[in-house]
């Protein structure tokens, strides 16, 4: 075979290679992309009074590593995780936990001030709120499970003024990954109602004892 019949043999085949990885790709469906929303403030009825004048900073959140991945990740019932290729998130996770909890918490305390991480540090935030997503297991044929472990922050003195830990189990309705999203709405304004009902307590006390100190 000559040296010019072999290099045209050669370009053929890449030819007939790169074409059909085209169609391949063709072929393939877009991917999906979906944004966890806040429940409209009529649906978060609870709101919690703690005063003018103070400052609250959420974040940061963290989440475990195998959920910090633009896939969304659902497991089922043998504990298997599924990465969805096509079926992805529009913003990090993270990054859109904090945001939810911040709209959250804005609606639930209407004479607080919030600010999202990263945020102004020239700014005099009052209380900090950090968030770490221990687990968040989702099935789709299911529920969402989250467990969180959270603290709040004397951001002034830096001290910590407490830590808890809390569960939510939300249905999961339909069973699609826009159910997925709401369900994890949901589990994000329990989340928060805890959170308010802490710092709305922990200011009535930092009142309280401004109060006897006179």
């Known amino acids: 075979m000559s040296k010019r019949v072999f290099l045209c043999c050669v370009m053929l085949g890449l030819s007939v290679f790169v074409f059909s990885g085209c169609l391949s790709l063709s072929n393939s469906p877009a991917p999906r992309f979906y944004m966890i929303k806040s429940m409209d403030k009529q649906q978060i009825s609870e709101k919690f009074d703690i005063g003018p004048g103070v400052i609250v900073a959420v974040g940061p959140i963290d989440i475990p590593d195998y959920q910090d991945r633009p896939q969304i990740v659902t497991m089922d019932k043998y504990g298997m995780l599924k990465f969805a290729q096509f079926d992805r998130w529009?913003?990090?996770l993270d990054a859109a936990l904090a945001r939810l909890i911040t709209d959250d918490l804005t609606v639930m305390l209407p004479a607080a001030s919030l600010q999202m991480f990263p945020y102004n540090f020239a700014i005099p935030v009052t209380y900090r709120v950090i968030v770490d997503v221990v687990q968040l297991d989702s099935r789709l044929d299911k529920d969402i499970f989250l467990v969180c472990?959270?603290?709040?922050?004397?951001?002034?003195?830096r001290q910590m003024l407490l830590t808890k830990r809390s569960e939510f189990r939300q249905p999961v309705n339909p069973h699609n990954y826009s159910g997925l999203t709401n369900a994890l709405s949901a589990a994000s304004v329990s989340l928060s109602s805890e959170i308010a009902a802490n710092l709305a307590d922990l200011t009535k006390q930092s009142k309280a004892g401004k109060d006897s100190a006179r």
Do not use: C, R, V
């Open 90 to 92: 529009g913003e990090s």
């Open 149 to 157: 472990q959270w603290s709040i922050i004397d951001a002034k003195n």
